[in-house]
């Protein structure tokens, strides 16, 4: 996903590196979940006696305690690292793909396409995310495709904006005057001279927006409008807000809390890094 100089500039710069290795480490979680969680993101730990363990804290057992249906807390936040980086990528690479087509479009071209591509990102602009995606859930079935696409459908709009100011800008510079000098067309320069040039920002948006994705399906779970088919850190929050174990069953809430922040805060020093790269006056802050 990242180039070499891009990645270089992340691994030399401290908080980068540090960040990559937080995300690493929740990537390798969620791609050996099985081996790594003792129970199923459902499955209920019983007694000898086949009796529920139901809120029980922490212990040699169940490392991060259990919940009041008797689920074990560590292998559903271990499972729910699998839901938030696949929501968190499909939805950063969907919005970013549509985002930098409508940008490249609309920049290239200007004109009445551009000017019906930005309206209809101003008006894209102008939808609240939650309350439209609770209502088109809540009329639809909730599934963890849904919240993608809804996720999409919000994180297009900033990269569209972003890639179109910067196709403007290269548009007037004399490689691209060239290419049209020698015959080329629009959809060769669009491919070959432009797209190669926005495509460093294009990188930039997609990490930010596998940390947006994350959140914004956290919050969609949390409000009760998850999949409850799968198993989410968003859900957990919920689940536990509804047994009102926000303060009586700390082991409950703290782990998915802290694995969102962690991941959060994570990717946020990766972007940052890359930043720098991009915009070396930020080296002076």
């Known amino acids: 996903m990242i180039e070499r100089s891009g990645l270089a500039t992340i691994l030399d710069h401290p908080s980068g590196a540090a960040g990559l290795a937080v995300v690493l480490l929740f990537i390798a979680i969620a791609i050996f979940a099985p081996f790594i969680a003792p129970y199923g993101p459902f499955e209920v730990v ?13 212990d040699g057992r169940t490392w991060f305690g259990t919940t009041n249906q008797g689920m074990d807390v560590f292998s559903q936040m271990v499972w729910g690292a699998r839901v ?34 930005m309206r209809a990102t101003d008006i894209a602009f102008g939808i609240p995310f939650l309350p439209f995606a609770m209502v088109v859930i809540a009329i639809a079935r909730p599934s963890l495709v849904l919240v993608i696409l809804l996720v999409v ?35 060769r320069i669009i491919v070959h001279q432009i797209l190669p040039n926005v495509l460093p ?28 088919n799968v198993q989410s850190w968003g859900i957990m929050l919920n689940a536990a807000f509804r047994a009102g174990a926000m303060r009586s069953a700390w082991w409950w809430v703290l782990p998915p809390g802290l694995a969102l922040s962690f991941f959060v805060i994570a990717v946020f020093m990766i972007t940052r890094a890359y930043e720098e790269r991009l915009n070396p006056q930020l080296r002076m802050i």
């Open 201 to 228: 920002l294009a990188f930039l948006y997609m990490a930010i927006g596998v940390q947006t994705g994350v959140m914004l399906e956290a919050a969609l779970s949390f409000l009760g409008f998850g999949d409850p």
């Open 153 to 187: 459908f919000f994180l297009w709009r900033t990269t569209a904006r972003v890639v179109r100011a910067q196709v403007l800008s290269l548009k007037a510079r004399p490689f691209v005057w060239a290419a049209r000098a020698a015959g080329a067309g629009p959809a």
């Open 84 to 117: 938030a980086l696949l929501v968190g990528l499909l939805s950063a690479i969907g919005s970013v793909v549509l985002g930098t087509i409508i940008g490249l479009v609309s920049g290239y071209f200007g004109g009445w396409i551009d000017e019906i591509l």
């Open 46 to 58: 019983y007694n000898a006696d086949q009796s529920v363990v139901r809120l029980a804290p922490p």
